[in-house]
């Protein structure tokens, strides 16, 4: 337990040596975690802000070879070809009869109707919000939204979502008072993008014990 909040507490001076030993395949690895987060949603749980903000600050640290170009590439193409593979995903298993037959007529139309009303704000959007931004690509393929509108949506939401996170971490980490509290101000950061996924998983919890009472 010591050790554990030890690790907690000194954020980086754990991560640190982390990113040096595996050196320049830190990237590969960054690749990865993005486009597992994004592409495959069994790892909706992967925390890829954070991933994002972290990287980002310890670019700045003198003499340490992350580099804040490749690292907001290696970001952006992950993101990219991960909610791409995620919409093929959909795509084919709105396709397989299996799913067809569990998909009500009306629903499917209601759904439909709304990726064509309102997909590229979802698309954009969505992808802010740990958790949900996993499965929206799917279900935007499942629920046959045109593949250009939604690549381009995604383009926009992959740039802001990568710039917003790789740049502010950048800048932030040249700052004394980040550097002084690094690990404290990380945690805070990753509580605050969990809130979210914690406000759905206890929501469903009361929904269904209510259910269950009744």
Do not use: C
């Not at 690790?7 to 830190?26: D, K, M, Q, R």
Request: charged content about 15%; overall charge positive.
């Amino acid at each position: 337990m010591a050790q554990i909040i030890y690790g907690l507490t000194h954020l980086e001076a754990v991560l640190l040596p982390l990113f040096e030993y595996f050196g320049t395949s830190s990237y590969a690895i960054l690749f990865a975690i993005i486009f597992m987060e994004t592409g495959l949603v069994i790892f909706p749980f992967l925390p890829g802000e954070s991933i994002i903000f972290i990287s980002s600050t310890l670019a700045t640290r003198p003499h340490f070879f992350l580099d804040i170009k490749w690292l907001v590439l290696t970001f952006f193409l992950a993101a990219l070809i991960g909610d791409t593979v995620n919409f093929e995903i959909g795509r084919n298993l709105r396709r397989m009869p299996f799913i067809n037959r569990h998909l009500e007529a009306d629903k499917l139309k209601r759904a439909t109707d709304f990726f064509v009303k309102h997909g590229g704000k979802t698309v954009i959007f969505g992808r802010f919000v740990p958790m949900i931004r996993t499965f929206i690509p799917l279900i935007a393929g499942m629920f046959q939204m045109h593949y250009l509108r939604f690549a381009w949506y995604n383009l926009l939401g992959v740039v802001i979502w990568v710039g917003a996170g790789s740049l502010t971490g950048y800048y932030l980490g040249q700052l004394p008072f980040i550097q002084q509290h690094f690990s404290m101000l990380l945690l805070g950061l990753v509580v605050v993008l969990m809130l979210p996924s914690i406000t759905v998983g206890l929501s469903k919890l009361i929904q269904n014990r209510r259910q269950k009472g009744n």
